[in-house]
């Protein structure tokens, strides 16, 4: 008898083995003649190779409509004795039943215990900004490109990295307070936040992948597997799938969810795109017909072509469309030469998908801004937000300028409005409520600083450090200069530090003292 492949549908591809790493897997049929056939196999590989297969070292899987007899003679031909699967193959956890949030349980201990390596409290807020970037976010990348995490595991693993971000106490078991919502830290640096990776939708940019990857190479082996079992009459974009599916569909499915959101279909001889349903028109808006179908019986995008399909009927396009709609279209550029339709991603000039656009996409959908402007087109970024983190200066101050902007520095006046602090006044002067402008600007000693640093530095005009509203730090430094700029955000980050210093009384408390250190980080 011969090797059966494994079908899991009639109209599926047969799968006889799969080599995966460097591990190899066997499809066969239950049976004792089979399970005969493949240990022959494995006997002449052995004799050909001179490599041994270890009985011990290999594991079986058995289908559960199999009966326990047949199971133990299968076994018994090939002398496999394991036939349950490691908890975890290759990192991530072995797919059986519901992925509950406790077979991600080892993520959220992995992360605890790769942030207690670190001393928060003896580190800068650059420091703790590089270490979640690149440790604490890093660290479920690889899982969230296969599993679609339970909402409450996001939560969770948000909420260590939040914790480390403001601190805690370990010995008496609370958090120290958080200045911001996480919301407005998960927004990009020239928007007005950190950066910070919102996990849920970063974990459905990475399954967008998966699912891109069904549509760009649907000739693949996976592909034709799934297309076998959940769309077999129909494309993946456009059908329709039910709740009750493996937990890998699922997972590409919520991916799918945002690729939609994000594709565009190029014209090249319009055969396959429909008029009313499909996105075609590249713009800022809605990538679809906004113009009502009525009567119309047009139903391809290669009927609006014209006769040599080279260019477009003009007068049938402004008949049928709104006049929004016609302008866009008659600006699409058709192919020169004969070619296909294909899906691109419209979030980048290129056509190309990314995943860091995908996020982005996620997060503008998140925020309610607008979801359809491509990379050519506004985006919406503030270049006021921008000036906060150019220039020369180390980053701990960047970010410090970023709390000020913020303001979200922890002043008097804050902790008052929280009931944290009997009263909002300045310790230091006496006389105003310690703001965080107050204390950076207005403060006696602040301003005793910044004249001292003049007979040094080539400053702004006094003027300009009026408060001229929220944005004042964001319109000064746009009126600076390269090196005024600089020499501002140095010079803020001094003041903030003596006031602290002097408050809590502990470090260098001088104004010569300040000039000096200020002077010294300049020349370097």
Not at 26 to 51: D, P, W
Not at 178 to 206: E, H, R, V, Y
Not at 241 to 249: D, I, K, L, V
Request: hydrophobic share 40%; glycine share 6%; aromatic share 8%.
């Amino acid at each position: 008898p011969l090797w059966s492949s494994f079908r899991s549908l009639s109209n599926a591809p047969g799968i006889s083995h799969l080599l995966f790493a460097d591990d190899t897997l066997i499809f066969f049929k239950a049976s004792a003649e089979q399970a005969e056939v493949v240990n022959g196999i494995l006997a002449t590989y052995g004799r050909c190779t001179g490599q041994q297969i270890n009985p011990a070292k290999c594991s079986i899987m058995f289908s559960e409509k199999i009966e326990a007899p047949l199971k133990s003679q299968v076994k018994s031909i090939l002398q496999v004795d394991k036939d349950v699967l490691d908890a975890r193959y290759l990192g991530l956890p072995t797919p059986k039943g519901r992925m509950k949030g406790d077979r991600f349980q080892y993520l959220k201990e992995r992360l605890c215990k790769r942030l207690q390596n670190f001393s928060e409290k003896n580190m800068s807020s650059a420091a703790k900004e590089i270490l979640i970037k690149s440790v604490a976010q890093a660290l479920p990348t690889y899982i969230m490109s296969v599993f679609k995490l339970p909402l409450g595991l996001c939560d969770d693993l948000t909420s260590i990295i939040r914790n480390f971000w403001w601190g805690s106490d370990q010995d008496q078991g609370r958090r120290r307070t958080a200045w911001t919502a996480w919301d407005g830290l998960i927004q990009k640096k020239c928007c007005g936040g950190l950066s910070f990776k919102d996990l849920c939708l970063f974990n459905q940019a990475m399954l967008a992948r998966q699912a891109l990857r069904l549509i760009q190479f649907p000739d693949s082996l996976c592909a034709r597997l799934l297309k076998a079992k959940y769309f077999p009459r129909g494309s993946l974009v456009d059908s329709a799938f039910c709740s009750r599916a493996s937990t890998t569909w699922q997972a590409i499915l919520h991916g799918l969810e945002l690729l939609k959101k994000g594709i565009i279909w190029r014209v090249g001889n319009g055969s396959q795109i429909r008029i009313w349903r499909d996105p075609w028109i590249p713009r800022e808006l809605s990538l679809k017909v906004t113009s009502r179908q009525g009567r119309c019986r047009l139903r391809w995008v290669s009927e609006l072509l014209d006769i040599e399909g080279r260019g477009w009927d003009r007068n049938k396009i402004r008949q049928v469309f709104n006049q929004p709609d016609a302008d866009e279209i008659v600006k699409i550029k058709i192919p020169t030469r004969a070619s296909e339709d294909f899906i691109a991603w419209h979030s980048e000039k290129n056509g190309m998908f990314t995943v860091r656009s995908a996020y982005n996409l996620a997060l503008k959908l998140k925020t309610g801004q607008d979801v359809q402007s491509s990379s050519s087109a506004p985006s919406g970024d503030r270049k006021l937000g921008q000036r906060v983190w150019s220039g020369h200066v180390p980053p701990k101050v960047n970010v410090f300028i970023w709390k000020l902007a913020k303001d979200i520095l922890p002043t008097r006046r804050a902790k008052y409005i929280r009931r944290l602090e009997p009263s909002d006044i300045c310790p230091l002067c006496d006389r105003e409520m310690e703001s965080s402008y107050h204390a950076t600007v207005t403060c006696p000693r602040a301003q005793g600083l910044r004249v001292a640093m003049r007979e040094h530095w080539q400053l702004p005009a006094e003027e300009r450090f009026r408060l001229t509203g929220p944005d004042w730090l964001l319109l000064l430094l746009d009126q600076c200069s390269d090196i005024e700029r600089d020499l501002t955000k140095l010079l803020l980050w001094k003041t903030w530090t003596v006031h602290n210093n002097i408050k809590h009384q502990s470090g260098p408390t001088g104004i010569s003292e300040a000039v000096h250190a200020l002077l010294s980080m300049q020349a370097n």
